[in-house]
């Protein structure tokens, strides 16, 4: 994503969003054509490539789009779009899957994937954009084998039991090639990456809160479905509307917090989201315990409030926070932190889970941590807002 991001700042966000749309498309239709596991992996790969472009430059299209009076809204629209696919996508692929053959779960991304790129050419506007600088290939590639090491990772570690040898070996491979990109970064003329951005201290702030926020999140997501059928003895069915719910409360409310946004300091707004989040997971860490339906569906509510406010004000924070020309990295790196937040989240809940003996009483343990967690944002947040309180 960094380099999708990077290459968004030189040749212009849209064209590199345009770049992700069709590639992802066509390796939906090779998925979709697929006639063996090769030429699947392969699809999926071309996909992944597409998703990264369009991913990393889509905040900054709006950052640079809307002014900064508007920002909020259009941010908290983007968050509406992105429940509203979640919301939509599992049911949809469970009626594909139900009546026709596996791979035309692929086949629906391509019509999709036209329309939107159709979309993009006829309402973004063209970019003559005429830069000098040059991508950094070798930094590039870097970034691309550290990531692909901490991600396969994090996606391994759930699966196998991996012997404190190999998590030591694989902790110090990452430090030393992260300790050679971080060089290389300095010295570089033309870096993919310009840590000088870490200077400023609202973006870095508010990207180590996207971390834990997305982390947390991931974590409550993936843990509550074991525990309404695996406790509760749900069916799977009933089980997907319980967690649709979330995302039926943050496609309404999204844009509505950012308005809020736009109105109020958006630190405002993201220090009463993080408030709501973490009374959200107290109360699913005490209804957990005593198994009722009512405090956990009360608590999911409460998270979907929490999250409605929260991520606008974050996203907005982070983009507006930024020079111009690192909107696309800045954006990228947004992107970047919340699937890695959303991928420890899953290591972090499996691995709890998987330890404990009484699934209610792991769960209660883990929103524990998830509280503590939310609780170092509102640190954070309670922080900023004291401190532009007393700059008024």
């Known amino acids: 994503m960094l380099v999708f991001g990077r290459l968004g700042d030189i040749k212009g966000k849209i064209k590199v969003f345009k770049f992700g749309i069709l590639i992802f498309t066509i390796g939906s239709l090779i998925c979709f054509l697929s006639t063996n596991f090769n030429l699947i992996v392969f699809g999926r790969i071309i996909q992944g490539i597409g998703a990264s472009a369009y991913m990393a430059n889509n905040q900054g299209i709006i950052t640079e789009t809307f002014p900064f009076e508007n920002r909020g809204k259009a941010l908290g629209s983007l968050a509406s779009a992105v429940a509203l696919g979640t919301m939509l996508g599992s049911p949809l692929g469970g009626l594909i899957v139900s009546y026709l053959p596996w791979h035309w779960i692929f086949f629906i991304n391509v019509p999709l994937g036209i329309i939107c790129f159709a979309l993009t050419c006829w309402k973004l506007p063209s970019e003559n954009i005429k830069s000098e600088i040059k991508l950094d290939y070798f930094g590039s590639l870097l970034a691309m084998v550290l990531m692909l090491m901490i991600f396969t990772f994090f996606e391994l570690a759930p699966k196998y039991d991996f012997s404190i040898a190999l998590w030591l070996g694989f902790g110090i491979a990452c430090f030393l090639l992260g300790i050679l990109f971080v060089k290389f970064e300095k010295y570089t003329i033309d870096p993919l990456f310009n840590f000088n951005i870490l200077k400023n201290r609202s973006f870095t702030t508010n990207i180590i809160c996207a971390l834990l926020s997305f982390l947390c999140l991931s974590a409550s997501i993936i843990s509550l479905p074991f525990f309404f059928q695996n406790v509760l003895k749900m069916s799977a069915a009933t089980t997907g509307y319980i967690m649709m719910i979330q995302s039926i409360i943050m496609f309404f409310l999204a844009p509505m917090a950012g308005r809020l946004v736009d109105h109020f300091r958006g630190t405002t707004i993201a220090l009463i989201g993080s408030i709501i989040l973490l009374i959200g997971f107290i109360i699913l860490s005490i209804t957990s315990h005593s198994v009722s339906l009512v405090g956990i569906i009360l608590g999911i509510v409460v998270l979907a409030l929490g ?73 954070f947040y309670l922080y900023e807002f004291i401190r532009n309180k007393k700059q008024i």
């Open 307 to 379: 999250q409605a406010f929260y991520q606008p004000a974050n996203n907005t924070l982070i983009m507006s926070a930024i020079e111009v020309e690192y909107l696309g990295v800045a954006g990228s790196l947004n992107s970047l932190v919340r699937n890695l937040g959303q991928v420890i989240g899953i290591l972090l809940a499996t691995s709890i889970l998987a330890q404990a003996r009484a699934l209610f009483y792991s769960i209660g343990v883990l929103y524990l941590m998830l509280a503590f967690l939310t609780f170092i944002t509102f640190i």
